[in-house]
């Protein structure tokens, strides 16, 4: 093969490589509340096969200065980190198979903020930009827009619940009481019907032994004889 057929390839070369890059992919920013754990997800899509070669390394960006401090590495198996304010603090927490190269960082305080960077390097994959996650630490948790909305979201849905219970309740009770009523002055008339019933006729057969006239005043005023023969 001649030399000017072998430049060409590798110049080919070198563009199919520059137009397949490693994709990295990371959350822009990320706040943690001050003294939890916070995972710093990085995941990445390369279009050539894992291989053993694949590297995940990990670097600190402080706010106020530009020099970079390495957090965490990973080839075949992850590395402790280095002396240094990560060491004992930055553990593994990917899977390559699935594209994974989060890190977990233990007790994160208010120096660790600053900008995190995620490279992983897959060869021939080894172009493309770093994943960058800027991590600040707070020392209060604040509500952010979604947790406002599923409040009121929540607080409208037990309003709604609260005030269909309570009709539901006052119609049960006034069908209860509609019903009740009509039959309360049935009974009570059958009631008092039979009750006079019961005292005249213990009336008459107490009289119906008895011959000659009998006089029963039932009311001032008001007197009725009575005849058995």
């Not at 490279?119 to 630490?137: A, F, S, T, W, Y």
Request: glycine letters at 6%; charged letters at 20%; hydrophobic letters at 40%.
């Amino acid at each position: 093969m001649s030399a000017p057929c072998t430049l060409h390839l590798a110049v080919l070369g070198l563009l199919f490589v520059s137009a397949y890059p490693m994709k990295v992919f990371t959350s822009k920013e990320l706040e943690a509340l001050n003294g939890t754990d916070v995972r710093l997800k990085c995941t990445f899509s390369s279009e050539s096969p894992l291989g053993e070669d694949i590297t995940v390394s990990w670097q600190y960006r402080h706010l106020q200065e530009e020099k970079t401090e390495n957090v965490f590495y990973y080839h075949r198996e992850p590395y402790p980190p280095p002396p240094g304010r990560f060491n004992s603090r930055a553990f593994w927490d990917g899977n390559l198979n699935r594209g994974d190269a989060s890190i977990m960082l233990r007790n994160v305080q208010e120096m660790d903020n600053g900008t995190y960077l995620c490279q992983v390097k897959n060869p021939p994959d080894v172009h493309g930009q770093m994943g960058e996650i800027m991590l600040r630490v707070v020392n209060k948790a604040k509500f952010s827009e979604i947790h406002i909305l599923m409040l009121i979201i929540g607080i409208g849905s037990a309003f709604i619940i609260l005030l269909v219970l309570a009709i539901v309740l006052f119609r049960y009770y006034r069908n209860r009481n509609e019903r009740s009523t009509p039959v309360s002055n049935l009974e009570c008339t059958e009631k008092l019907t039979e009750k006079r019933h019961f005292r005249w006729s213990g009336l008459l057969s107490l009289f119906r032994g008895q011959k000659g006239p009998i006089r029963w005043t039932g009311e001032p005023g008001l007197k009725i004889i009575v005849f058995f023969i």
